[in-house]
């Protein structure tokens, strides 16, 4: 997500301009998004100036803005979440995935405000459906997970349920109060720690 966002800010050059593809304006909505503007900061002109380009390109691609909308709601479900479960599937243990996946999405969502802009938004009946889609299909995966290391289905849901609120409180603190979470070391063992009270057994 993040590195996506970042060739998104960079700024085309006649000289070097190439062909824009859906992706491009998808990914530098995503960053204009993310810089705090939420779905108010999806206007085409501010758009096209980023990417180095014309109102043209953009219809060329989108009939209208809620296109764009779509566009770049479905982007973010793909690299903020299936993706990120590809990266972590590569590890054939469940608990160290779990581990993985906690420390790479709590990390994720520290450096980028988008998690939060969509959050606020859910209003929107395009952010409420993909936040619908991508909220089940992550506490699937973590419940998944849970029922790997052995637990029933009924306890590995609600661990699942709790280890996804567990990063969402951490995601919002993280970003509206961050001093109350520890840094460096300290924070990777406060995540271990979380995560071993996790999977502990009564």
């Not at 700024?11 to 998004?33: F, K």
């Not at 973010?76 to 479960?85: K, L, N, P, R, Y």
């Amino acid at each position: 997500m993040v590195m996506a966002q970042q060739r998104a800010k960079e700024p085309r050059g006649s000289g070097t301009r190439q062909r824009l593809t859906a992706q491009d304006w998808a990914d530098a909505a995503l960053a204009a998004m993310s810089e705090g503007g939420g779905l108010a900061a999806l206007a085409v002109e501010p758009l096209a100036a980023r990417l180095g380009t014309t109102k043209g390109s953009f219809y060329w691609h989108f009939a209208n803005r809620e296109a764009l909308i779509q566009a770049a709601l479905e982007r973010w479900e793909e690299i903020g979440t299936e993706a990120v479960i590809v990266e972590v599937e590569a590890e054939p243990d469940p608990a160290k995935r779990l581990r993985k996946l906690l420390h790479r999405a709590t990390g994720s969502a520290t450096d980028d405000t988008l998690e939060l802009s969509l959050l606020a938004t859910a209003a929107h009946p395009g952010v409420a459906a993909v936040l619908a889609r991508v909220t089940e299909r992550r506490i699937g995966y973590v419940t998944a997970l849970f029922a790997e290391l052995g637990f029933s289905e009924a306890e590995a849901e609600r661990r699942g349920l709790l280890a996804y609120s567990a990063f969402l409180g951490h995601t919002q603190l993280g970003h509206a109060v961050p001093q109350t979470l520890p840094t460096g070391a300290a924070h990777e063992r406060y995540l271990d720690s979380v995560i071993d009270t996790l999977v502990g057994r009564e």
